[in-house]
């Protein structure tokens, strides 16, 4: 798909995800590491307070920009996950925004993140501006 999607579709498909039972918070971050849209489920109590999420954020879309320094050779990343003791969080670039998925530490990570780039859209990957 050619284009961008607009702040609200993308605010529906964070809604969509965050349906999900096992996900405890889904948003997009922008390239400061600031929170655009989305946020937890409304039955979640965040494990991290505000500045530590803020330094998350902020360590994330630092991470995200290095890694586009392989894309010439390696390709573009699909997602990033990383499994912890408490929690599972995916990374899916768009552009150079993040969706930003943290979810129970139980999930099979390959199939939930399958899932969820469909929630995104098929193309979601394919976008490089927002």
């Given at each position: 798909?050619?284009g961008?999607?607009?702040?609200d579709?993308?605010?529906?498909?964070?809604?969509?995800?965050?349906?999900?039972?096992?996900?405890r918070?889904?948003?997009?971050?922008?390239?400061k590491?600031?929170?655009?849209?989305?946020?937890?489920?409304?039955?979640?109590v965040?494990?991290?307070?505000?500045?530590?999420?803020?330094?998350?954020?902020?360590?994330l879309?630092?991470?995200?920009?290095n890694?586009?320094?392989f894309?010439?050779?390696l390709?573009?990343v699909?997602y990033?996950?990383?499994?912890?003791?408490?929690?599972v969080?995916?990374?899916?670039p768009?552009g150079?925004?993040?969706?930003?998925?943290?979810?129970?530490?139980?999930?099979n990570i390959?199939?939930?993140?399958?899932?969820?780039?469909?929630?995104l859209?098929r193309?979601w990957?394919?976008?490089?501006s927002?």
């Amino acid at each position: 798909m050619a284009g961008e999607f607009s702040l609200d579709d993308i605010k529906k498909r964070i809604g969509d995800i965050l349906l999900e039972p096992e996900i405890r918070f889904c948003g997009l971050i922008d390239p400061k590491g600031e929170l655009v849209a989305g946020g937890f489920d409304s039955s979640i109590v965040p494990m991290l307070n505000d500045k530590q999420r803020r330094q998350l954020y902020q360590e994330l879309a630092h991470r995200v920009a290095n890694r586009q320094g392989f894309d010439a050779d390696l390709g573009r990343v699909k997602y990033s996950a990383s499994r912890r003791e408490n929690a599972v969080m995916l990374s899916f670039p768009f552009g150079k925004h993040i969706v930003l998925v943290m979810a129970n530490p139980g999930i099979n990570i390959d199939r939930f993140a399958w899932d969820v780039l469909n929630k995104l859209g098929r193309s979601w990957s394919d976008f490089d501006s927002l």
